[in-house]
């Protein structure tokens, strides 16, 4: 195994075990750590698909990354003002 499937694997833990603790109720939808999870997996998964030639599935990882970076900036944004 070489370092670009290591970094895909490792994505796809962090994604799987994102999805597990939010179907376990152990974490909420809308907490950091979970679309922090989120990012950091996608981030693997999109190293791993780009530089293997997955570009559908590379595509699919930047909106995933996106929309977890989204979450945390109103997440972020939503404490500020309650603050």
Same mark, same amino acid.
């Given at each position: 195994?070489?370092?670009?499937? $290591?970094?895909?694997? #490792? @994505? *796809?833990?962090?994604? !799987?075990?994102?999805?597990?603790?939010?179907?376990?109720?152990?974490?909420?939808?809308?907490?950091?750590?979970?679309? $922090?999870?989120?990012? #950091? @997996? *996608?981030?693997?998964? !999109?190293?791993?698909?780009?530089?293997?030639?997955?570009?559908?599935?590379?595509?699919?990882?930047?909106?995933?990354?996106?929309?977890?970076?989204?979450?945390?900036?109103?997440?972020?944004?939503?404490?500020?003002?309650?603050?």
């Amino acid at each position: 195994m070489d370092w670009v499937d $290591a970094v895909g694997w #490792a @994505g *796809a833990v962090l994604v !799987l075990a994102a999805y597990g603790l939010v179907s376990t109720k152990r974490l909420d939808g809308d907490s950091v750590v979970y679309q $922090a999870l989120n990012v #950091a @997996g *996608a981030i693997g998964m !999109l190293i791993n698909t780009y530089v293997r030639g997955a570009l559908p599935s590379a595509a699919l990882n930047v909106i995933w990354i996106g929309v977890g970076l989204y979450v945390l900036a109103k997440i972020v944004f939503r404490k500020r003002q309650d603050a």
